[in-house]
């Protein structure tokens, strides 16, 4: 009897075994399309096959497919920048349809970069949207205006939302290849994810080997009540973990001052942003997965300091979800020139909310200059109209 036990706890053991060694050698499925820019676009000098550009419509921005400086393989693909007059975000990128295959699991892009003479910032970015003009132009091979019209869709009611959003951002300027990592839910109803690799300012920064898999979702640990939500709130670290919202107006600035701060070393300049013909936001966010903060109290501060600003300056949350988007009003708006000045705002968010969107913002175009510094986003507690969707 003893010798049947043993023998069965034997088989169960190598089948365990073998069980282990099958799941470890099972790839993992690369959903992206020619990831490593090995193979060209056909009739195409260099572009690579399956990849895009952004086309800003300027002369100083260079795109290329690299044969020399390689991370893996025979090439990678280049960005080259000499000028910001103008400023804006140049990127590689890639579309890819998605399911409910991909629904509630973590997308994960992982890409090597290097940088040569970077001076600003570059950097990897995964979204997940909602963007059913997106789908439809690539599902019927047209772009998304010839889409729109299709749909009978006004450009004002574009339907896009975002679910999830996350940018590294790296400002090494010159190294060998670095390995950068972002992950981002997909809640359910994304449709799309778009795939970015950029960089804003000057320098030449390079990618290769990307790949972007679905894992099993970590959870949405729910935040401790009066813990700051936000990364490098005093903007201390070089403001990496912050959007830098700039409207393309010639001459624009959003700078780290080391000059003017309400506490600490430094903090966010905005300057030469008069010249634009369209009223837009300018500020700085940061976008916070929101599924564990859904039906809590929360709390966004800021410090701003105005001289002769001709603007409104103010703090705002928007809540993205399923739903729409919800939006708290403006409160205790600031103009002119003032000194370091607080303002607060709660909120309640929404359930089903997947994703906040906390501004330090203005109005451009505007005269003037505006300073933000320690931001913070705070739970308070619970939600007092706990159940309301947005």
Not at 257 to 268: E, P
Not at 296 to 312: I, M, P, Q
Not at 331 to 347: N, P, Q
């Amino acid at each position: 009897m003893r010798q049947s036990i043993r023998a069965l706890l034997l088989v169960a053991a190598l089948l365990c075994v073998a069980s282990l060694a099958v799941g470890a050698t099972t790839p993992v499925k690369n959903l992206l399309q020619n990831p490593g820019f090995e193979k060209n676009l056909a009739g195409h000098e260099w572009m690579p096959a399956i990849w895009d550009t952004s086309d800003a419509g300027l002369s100083t921005v260079f795109f290329g497919r690299d044969s020399f400086l390689v991370h893996g393989g025979t090439h990678a693909v280049s960005i080259a920048n000499t000028s910001t007059i103008y400023p804006m975000a140049h990127n590689w990128n890639q579309t890819l349809l998605v399911g409910r295959e991909a629904w509630g699991k973590d997308a994960v892009l992982s890409v090597w970069s290097r940088s040569n003479g970077l001076q600003g910032r570059a950097y990897v970015m995964l979204q997940a949207y909602r963007d059913t003009l997106t789908k439809m132009s690539l599902v019927w091979g047209v772009d998304r205006d010839a889409a729109r019209r299709r749909m009978g869709v006004n450009k004002i009611d574009d339907p896009a939302i975002d679910f999830g959003w996350k940018r590294q951002q790296f400002d090494d300027a010159q190294g060998d290849w670095v390995r950068r990592e972002v992950r981002v839910y997909v809640p359910a109803g994304t449709n799309v994810l778009f795939v970015r690799m950029g960089l804003f300012g000057t320098g030449q920064v390079l990618y290769d080997d990307a790949s972007l898999t679905l894992e099993p979702a970590k959870p949405a640990l729910a935040p401790a009540p009066g813990v700051n939500l936000f990364a490098d709130p005093g903007f201390e670290n070089n403001a990496l973990a912050w959007e830098l919202v700039v409207p393309p107006f010639e001459g624009a600035r959003l700078d780290r001052d080391s000059t003017v701060a309400h506490t600490g070393r430094y903090s966010m300049r905005c300057s030469n942003m008069a010249d634009g013909l369209v009223q837009t936001r300018m500020g700085i966010t940061q976008p916070i997965p929101a599924r564990a903060l859904a039906g809590k109290h929360v709390r966004l501060t800021g410090w701003f300091k105005g001289d002769s600003l001709r603007a409104t300056a103010y703090v705002k949350i928007f809540a993205h979800s399923k739903s729409g988007i919800a939006q708290t009003p403006g409160k205790e708006l600031l103009s002119g020139t003032f000194d370091w000045t607080r303002l607060d705002i709660d909120y309640d968010v929404p359930e089903g909310t997947v994703e906040l969107w906390p501004w330090l913002v203005f109005n451009a175009p505007a005269a003037g200059m505006l300073w933000f510094d320690d931001a913070e986003l705070t739970v308070i507690g619970p939600a007092a109209s706990s159940g309301k969707k947005p």
